[in-house]
């Protein structure tokens, strides 16, 4: 079963797993020494003022989970509430936070590593440094192929960790001197203010809870258990810090206290004679565990967010290109991995950079997912529900946030200056690339613009100046036949609409071969007499469907092979035309054979195949196909404009019924489609299922097939046979998909 068909069989405590097992890989094994250092004993209190944080932080993350259970976590929220400006910043600051936080935990296993088994160090590189990366390498390399860790094998880990500190913390008990603990300069040797800016260092360790929303989707009862993962993950791991750290610091004095494997060191001095090389090996083995599931689950994260941002057109989709063997957004994990590397290679040998960098870009997207949730509580938007509410609203939020903020001006100057010159630069990248690119606008801006009457004029021009340039999409309509052109502008017009964008009618007048261009041009009104009528009547019908409209006459030697051009040269985001044949050449394609070959897509492109235009009964088959998200646009629009849509997806018997309710169920939920009807049809002759089921429907749509020219001559084609199959209306939704010669040939 693929992950898109994953059921809700998520437990509590699997989710609950899922936090601490990434939280305890940083915070127990890899900081106490270099934060002892920093603040002498009195750092525990700086665990446990970074466990509040973390804990009012939670309750918030607890209600926008439980409100919008969606992939992307915290740069959904803020993406939703306050747009994509402060989504790019959100977005931004999650990936590159995750990146700095899987290069300290790929230093951490190093650290560890080099205990077990000598490395020599290369060039500029320590042996620590050269254990992390090929740690590091590893981990990117597992989630390159698409090997993944289960919430059965989280939990196993997380037990086995617990069940390993539990020893450590009985035996470490009995070795335990408070003398040893206060030392000869008491427990502030650095004084009381040393306490923040140790938190400052050791909130990485608090990183992991955040991440039980983006499985919310997975998880059973959700408003219950979500919640309690997230607040009671947070709890447990303050008070197992604030236990070992304490444990630690009564057995090694804290100036003596290993940098590099400092529970290792500690178990050495707990445990009795023979025992202690022991227990120093098992912590080893227990520290690497940790941190490898730490730095696994942060790469996997990462990818989670850039298909969110991809989806949005924060950063281009390009990165969510899926690979054709293993089924995974390579690109986006071989970018991050090689960002993970290069930090490892220039930035490991200071520990303090990568956990303070990794910390200082979480607690800007903390501080955001707080101002977050207060939009949402302030405008009221439709359909925010949440099952967990925050307490003493506003107080939790504002806290939140403020706490969040207040903590990065306890980093170093370097720290200081990075998030600064990031926010910056997230900005610039909104308004340089990402602002062209989106079509959404956050309740926030949604909201002051709505009431621009009554509002400020500052917050006003502020609204618009940020808002994103929607009006760029563009929807060509390529025309020919006055019969259908009235159909094909309003399937325009709608999606146009829906996206704050035009219409592009297009009139390509086709001269011999024999005749100049520019003869054609001059003689265009004799060669073609009816194109300014076609083109008249296409702008009167877009303006009747309150769309904006631009019209243009092209003359060229070809006229299929036209349209793509024109959509490039238009810059076109999406291209509504009619069915050019019904030739097993061009079977479930929209492109000659030609074409097929020699390029790729340009954009989003809408096949009609007409038998009586009407928008009322919609059927969308969909298996999660490459071109289903266009299918489901589509889609999206009719059901808004008042369509009964309708969803199906087949399964080969009735055995697998609840797996094909619980992919359709995600399905709908990823692509705002929860109200439509849905459909789990059991016969397996997919076909067979998609005709029968399209009898009492007035529309299908359905995506083109991935299959390359040759495949498809031999084999035939889904979409093609369907075409033949059904009496209703088809709409063939083809999404741009770049592919070799080979794979344009035989396929893939």
Known sequence: MSDEELAKDLGLVSAMTIGIGTMIGA???VLPGEAARAAGPIVVISFIVGGVIAMVNALSISELGTAMPKAGGGYYYVNQALGPMFGSIAGLGDWMGLAFASAFYSIGFGQYLTTLAPIPGVLFLTDIQIGALIAGGIFVGVNYIGAKETGGIQTVIVFTLLAILGVFAAVGWFSFDYATLAGSDGLTPFGTGAILPATALVFVSFLGYAKIATVAEEMKNPGRNLPIAIIGSVAIVTVIYGILVTIMLGVVPWPELDLEAPVA?????????????????????????ATASSANASILSSARINFAMGRDKIVTNWLNAIHPNYATPYRSIALTGGMILVLIAFLGRDLQILAKAASVLHLIVYTLMNVALIVFRETDPEGYDPDFRVPLYPITPIVGAILSLALIGFMSPIEIALSVVFVVVAIGWYFLYARGETDHQGHLGQYILSRSDDMPDAAVSAA???????????VMVPLSNPRTERDLIELGSLLAKAKGGKVIAT?????????????????VERIDAESQKLLDSAREDAETFSADVETKTIISHRSFEEVFDAARTNEADLVVMGWAGDTPLSAGRVKSPLDELTSNLPCDFLVMKDRGFDLSDVLVPTAGGYSSDLSAEVAEVLLERGSDVSLLYVVDDESEQADGEAFLSEWAADHDLNDANRIIDTSGDVEDSIARHAESRSMVIIGATREGLLSRLMRGSLAFEVLNDVDSTVLLAERPHNR?????????
């Open 27 to 29: 915070g127990i094994f």
């Open 265 to 289: 060191d500690a178990a050495r001095v707990a445990f009795p004679g023979g025992l202690a090389g022991i227990a120093a090996t098992v912590m080893t083995l227990g520290a690497l565990l």
């Open 464 to 474: 618009e100046s940020v808002q994103p340039d929607a009006s760029d999409y563009r």
């Open 507 to 523: 009139h390509i007048v086709e001269v011999p071969d024999q005749t100049p261009l520019y003869a054609g041009s001059d003689h």
């Open 740 to 748: 070799s010669l080979l794979e344009r040939l035989f396929g893939g």
